[in-house]
């Protein structure tokens, strides 16, 4: 089994007013933590990070195994982008959110396990908290119940075989995904979800950078 990442960390950060991947934490920039994850095990023969060349440059420490693509407009586009960039030996290919710098190298191998075994996992947690369903001026009307609600988190690791296929199926379509497990599921293919013991969210807004502090 040869094992790939494809980070994606192409987009605009336009809801954060600034470049949330530059943002320092620990003395380095988010994206350099994401990448860092992945590019320390020596199950990953290839981490391709989809970004600017600014960006890239952040990362020149962390080994000859990282390439840089350019990404597209949509996060799909980026993703098939990596997809197209895949050396010929990998077997199976994780694909992670460049915004989740706290992404533990035990949750991916956990993750990488689950998708060897059926060809498609994704890290995820439960959903505990009580849910309402609420009119659009913010008036609840019935409660929802969380049983086997999931809240989905990267990396998301399958075949590279599946998933080429399911974006080869994406791109025929108009269907608009916002995740590879979304992809997956036009197929009528199902995930493994491997529950993730530790933080792992993603950097969207000033609090979340706030919270790693």
Do not use: C
């Not at 600017?52 to 597209?72: A, M, Q, S, V």
């Not at 050396?87 to 998708?115: C, E, M, W, Y």
């Not at 969380?146 to 791109?171: G, H």
């Amino acid at each position: 089994m040869s094992l790939a990442a494809i980070i994606v960390a192409s987009g605009s950060s336009r809801r954060m007013g600034f470049d949330k991947l530059a943002a320092q934490w620990n003395r380095k920039p988010i994206l350099w933590h994401s990448v860092r994850a992945f590019s320390s095990l020596e199950e990953i023969a290839q981490v391709i990070v989809v970004t600017p060349p600014e960006r890239f440059e952040w990362l020149h420490d962390l080994g000859e195994k990282i390439t840089r693509i350019d990404g597209g407009v949509e996060r799909s586009d980026s993703v098939a982008a990596g997809l197209a960039a895949l050396q010929n030996n990998i077997t199976h290919v994780a694909i992670h959110d460049g915004a989740r710098p706290l992404v533990s190298p035990a949750s991916i191998k956990a993750t990488f396990t689950a998708a060897q075994k059926s060809g498609a996992a994704s890290l995820a947690r439960r959903v505990t908290e009580t849910l309402k369903r609420a009119t659009p001026d913010g008036i609840t009307t019935d409660s929802v119940s969380r049983d086997d609600l999931w809240i989905m988190e990267t990396p998301q690791i399958f075949s590279k075989d599946l998933i080429q296929q399911a974006y080869q199926n994406v791109s025929q379509g108009d269907a608009q995904i916002t995740d590879e497990v979304s992809a997956l599921q036009l197929l009528g293919q199902g995930t493994t979800l491997v529950e993730n013991p530790t933080p792992n969210p993603k950097i969207t807004v000033q609090a979340d950078l706030d919270a790693l502090s």
